[in-house]
């Protein structure tokens, strides 16, 4: 099974709501880079990668797809039949932009599970459920609109909630938690995230002003060292996300002991391949982790359940999907969508979703 052709599409995808706010970013509108690779036996499997626009992390569209452009023409001949193969091609071709090498990876599981008829998570290790939980993000916002946010999609059966802060006065934090807490109260466990935009002082102080609520205090700071001065100095349990920058930095948050468990992205760690690996190895620290990614449509998000459900239960903290704030599927006909905080693992081989090229917003380059 050889790669004949990659088809590069773009996705505008703007936000239903207006705006998605973090403590370091407003975004309207996202901008998803989709790989299509069809092969020499008519098969065609396709991957997405959808930086939360350019400042959320050190990637951003644009980027993906100038390494795409550098990888994609070596690409071609090559046997898709293993995605460590065209892993090691790839990586002779263009060192480090994993989180455009995550698409292509994506992509030929996608193609391995449809000619072996086995959906992705099979290919992974085997799905242990047929349902993941999601969790809902809710925005930087004042307190009375973050916890009537909160209530609103706790009733609709979210049963993991996290909420946005930073970037503003500590008070209106406190504020924030306090009042979340107290709309939805135990029916949901609680996820705090400034999304590194906090010092250690102000982490600290937080810390110990919202100790008597119970909740996972998710990358605090801005970078590992930083959240290697928190250890043994907070209440809260610490989770890593923009952080865990590859591997590697998994491996030693886990062995240094930085955190209690991660908000993993797949794209950033390299796809599924390579993510698979970071669930691994948090299985042996018994460390819970979610399997999210920072934007995209039905692509990403059927790629992220896939290797959810093949996480042990107890140690997989949510999958977060971007279609709630969407509203578009390039896949009408096999939608992953959040039903009562729930998603269905997509059934059928390969990701068993079929991007239609006329819900895309164009073809970006041809190999
Ligand atoms: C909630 N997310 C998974 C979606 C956005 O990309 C931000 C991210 C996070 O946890 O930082
Ligand atoms: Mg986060």
Redesign the pocket.
């Known amino acids: 099974m050889r790669i004949e052709r990659i088809t590069v599409h773009e996705a505008r995808l703007p936000v239903a709501s207006g705006t998605?706010r973090?403590s370091s970013t407003t975004v309207e509108a996202l901008d998803s880079t989709l790989v299509e690779i069809v092969t020499d036996e008519g098969l065609s499997g396709w991957g997405e990668t959808c930086p939360?626009g350019p400042v959320?992390q050190p990637h951003h569209a644009l980027g993906a797809r100038a390494a795409l452009e550098r990888i994609g023409p070596g690409l071609v001949g090559t046997d898709a039949s293993s995605a460590r193969v065209v892993a090691a091609r790839m990586d002779a071709l263009l060192g480090g932009h994993e989180y455009a090498k995550a698409a292509v990876d994506i992509a030929v599981l996608d193609l391995v599970g449809q000619r072996l008829g086995v959906p992705v998570s099979t290919l992974l290790g085997g799905a242990l459920v047929d349902r993941v939980p999601s969790?809902y993000?809710v925005i930087v916002g004042s307190a009375e609109a973050s916890a009537r946010s909160a209530a609103q999609q706790v009733d609709s059966g979210y049963r993991h909630v996290?909420l946005?802060v930073a970037g503003r006065d500590l008070g209106e934090d406190v504020a924030a938690v306090r009042a979340v807490r107290e709309a939805i109260g135990d029916r949901a466990r609680l996820?705090v995230?400034p999304?590194r935009g906090m010092t250690v002082a102000h982490a600290i102080q937080f810390d110990r002003l919202t100790a008597d609520i119970p909740f996972v205090l998710?990358?605090p700071c801005n970078t590992l060292e930083e959240m290697e001065l928190l250890r043994g100095r907070l209440d809260h349990p610490v989770s890593l996300?923009?952080t865990t920058i590859d591997l590697n930095t998994v491996l030693r948050a886990i062995g240094d002991r930085i955190c209690d468990g991660f908000?993993f992205?797949v794209t950033r760690l390299g796809g599924l391949t390579k993510a698979a690996v970071a669930r691994d190895l948090c299985a042996l620290r018994s460390l819970p982790h979610?399997v999210?990614?920072?934007?995209g449509g039905d692509v990403i998000a059927a790629a992220c359940v896939h290797l959810a459900a093949t996480v042990e239960p107890r140690l997989l903290d949510g999958v977060?999907i971007?279609q709630e704030y969407i509203g578009h599927h390039y896949d009408p006909d096999h939608p992953v969508v959040v039903e009562h905080g729930e998603i269905a693992v997509p059934q059928g081989p390969g990701l068993g979703v079929r991007p239609r090229p006329e819900r895309l917003t164009g073809q970006v380059a041809v190999y």
């Not at 999210?292 to 934007?295: G, M, N, Q, S």
């Open positions: 998605y973090t939360l959320y969790y993000s996290q946005k996820t995230d999304n998710e990358q996300d923009e908000s992205k979610t999210d990614d920072a934007w977060w971007a």
